[in-house]
Nanobody
């Protein structure tokens, strides 16, 4: 079992930056693929970024590519999402997720989830 707790969300002006953190507890964090999803009301949850257990592979949605950076520190059981050049379209609840597979894609599904943190970008 893995428990995930996000932090770092908040209100920021367009063009600004935020860094989200996700602290994991439980065994074997270093073997888990990690992802940051986001969701706005009425829309499906979107995989914004993902990272493999050893940081060798990363994924970014086209909408965030070049602006967001995902990273992890296995010694601290923490994964980060650095968000730069934020746009109003980035406003969403951001969720940290984990799965005990090497694949960082949507399949197999991520099966551990945090409670989410709100990011609001004002224009």
């Amino acid at each position: 079992q893995v428990q995930l707790v996000e932090s770092g969300g908040g209100l920021v002006q367009a063009g600004g930056s935020l860094r989200l953190s996700c602290a994991a507890s439980g065994r074997s964090f270093s073997t888990y693929a990690m992802g940051w999803f986001r969701q706005t009301p009425g829309k499906e949850r979107e995989l914004a970024a993902a990272i493999s257990w050893n940081s060798a592979n990363t994924y970014y949605a086209d909408s965030v590519k070049g602006r967001f950076t995902i990273s992890r520190d296995n010694a601290k059981n923490t994964v980060y999402l650095q968000m730069n050049s934020l746009k109003s379209q980035d406003t969403a609840v951001y969720y940290c997720a984990a799965k005990d597979y090497t694949s960082i894609s949507l399949y197999p599904p991520y099966n551990y989830w945090g409670q989410g943190t709100q990011v609001t970008v004002s224009s």
